[in-house]
């Protein structure tokens, strides 16, 4: 009774709009779709199969996380966390934001689940996406992609030299070529407080406009990486953080370079190399291309070893690298190499004339499928001709052709679509795999 009362009480539907009108992605935001997305996936898939090779074990990161944690992480002067967060209040009134980064939540989760109390270094790789606010033009968007990897607990330089050694690799195991890798030390504790003041003390004598004079006093290593011409020119005698480091990151830093000598993996140093996050101590590196116009950067890293601190853990050091898949994914597009196979979706690809060779061949496909060959058909009752354009647009390397005449004779034609050979086979999965086997 009350049911039926309240379906009479109930608002009549809205009317449905003849058109909706069409909706775009928000603005900054990439959308990866076929074939595109085959390279994406690619790219992804390698860096992170390079860092399990390297001994990373697969860390799967929450996408919000307590805005506290990236303030404390990342730094309150940085313009990720001042300008760039997606920060909102959930239904609960708790303050969460989307990440802009990955090596504050790798912090966090290491320090709730222990793991820093084991074996060290603590290894640990991670993808997806990233959210920053940020200015979107080619290459920088708001949703970003990025693989990552972190290495805890252990102050070694060998262990920089491994994990810029990796991310070259990366790069290179997808053909990248045209890139360059950065490198600096930032300093430490010791030696960096001291140097801040020397630099303020020469950035403070400048005639700088007020904005300039403002980061000077924020974080005066910014200024050194200005862009401006007449910046650039005050700047030219700087002091600088590789020529006033202690004894202890001087030696650190020798032995990365070293390392990476007898790696053989280029890089070139930069010691006015700046990066966007305040956790980086010592060694700080970043990836450039110089296909890709101002948003050259591929990818960065570096030591952090008072972040594990900060945020309320061990006194543990660490290192590690982002790398951006979608600017790999452009830089690749930039040198015009497209890598093998990306395009080639299923091997088999079948097409069924008729009600009851549809029927007969979708139980084929499946049983292929289960027995792992990757299978698709064609559908919605086309004519033979209509088929085989499917066939082809799905990469196929074979068609397996069901029409009346085979279906009464208990047989398919298998159609090799390289060299348009043709054999008839017997009905069945097992035949199919033997088939396509001796092909
Ligand atoms: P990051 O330098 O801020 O470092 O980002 C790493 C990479 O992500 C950049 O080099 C760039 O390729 C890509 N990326 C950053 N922002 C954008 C954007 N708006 N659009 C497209 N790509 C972008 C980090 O995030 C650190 N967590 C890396 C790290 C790990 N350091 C130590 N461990």
Excluded: W
């Amino acid at each position: 009774m009350s049911e039926q009362k309240n379906q009479h009480d109930a608002p009549a539907p809205e009317k449905f709009p003849e058109k909706f009108q069409a909706l775009s992605a928000p603005k900054g935001v990439p959308d990866y779709v076929p074939p595109a997305s085959a390279t994406f996936i690619r790219v992804r898939d390698e860096f992170a199969r390079q860092a399990r090779l390297a001994g990373y074990q697969h860390i799967e990161l929450p996408v919000f996380e307590d805005t506290a944690l990236f303030a404390r992480g990342v730094g309150e002067s940085t313009d990720v966390v001042s300008k760039e967060m997606y920060t909102f209040a959930d239904r609960g009134d708790r303050s969460v934001t989307l990440r802009p980064e990955g090596t504050a939540g790798v912090m966090r989760a290491v320090i709730e689940h222990n793991l820093d109390r084991g074996y060290l270094p603590v290894k640990l790789n991670y993808y997806g996406p990233f959210f920053r606010y940020e200015r979107p033009q080619a290459g920088r968007y708001r949703q970003l992609q990025q693989v990552g990897v972190e290495a805890i607990g252990v102050d070694d330089p060998y262990l920089d030299a491994e994990v810029i050694a990796l991310a070259d690799r990366c790069y290179r195991s997808v053909g990248l070529t045209g890139f360059r890798l950065e490198l600096t030390s930032l300093g430490d504790s010791h030696c960096r407080p001291a140097y801040r003041e020397k630099l303020q003390e020469f950035l403070f004598a400048l005639p700088l406009d007020s904005d300039t004079r403002r980061r000077a006093e924020i974080n005066p290593l910014r200024v050194l990486d200005d862009k401006r011409e007449e910046v650039r020119a005050m700047t030219a005698d700087a002091p600088l953080m590789l020529d006033h480091l202690c004894d202890g990151c001087r030696a650190h830093f020798d032995k990365v370079t070293s390392a990476l000598d007898a790696m053989g993996v280029p890089y070139e140093i930069n010691p006015r190399m700046v990066r966007g996050l305040d956790y980086y101590t010592k060694t700080t590196f970043e990836f450039v291309h110089d296909g890709l116009g101002a948003q050259s950067g591929i990818g960065g890293g570096g030591r952090y070893d008072g972040l594990m601190a900060q945020i309320g853990g061990q006194d543990l050091s660490g290192i590690g690298f982002g790398l951006g898949v979608d600017r790999t994914v452009l830089a690749l597009e930039a040198e015009g190499v497209t890598l093998d196979g990306v395009d080639s979706r299923v091997d088999v690809f079948g097409v069924a004339i008729g009600d009851e060779a549809q029927a007969r061949m979708a139980l084929l496909i499946d049983a292929l499928r289960a027995a792992g060959v990757s299978a698709d058909m064609a559908y919605g009752g086309r004519g033979l001709k209509g088929a085989m354009k499917g066939a082809d647009r799905a990469g196929a390397r074979f068609a397996l052709v069901l029409g009346e005449r085979e279906l009464a004779d208990g047989e398919l034609q298998l159609k090799n679509l390289a060299d348009h050979s043709q054999v008839a086979v017997a009905l069945d999965a097992a035949a199919v795999i033997d088939a396509i086997a001796a092909q």
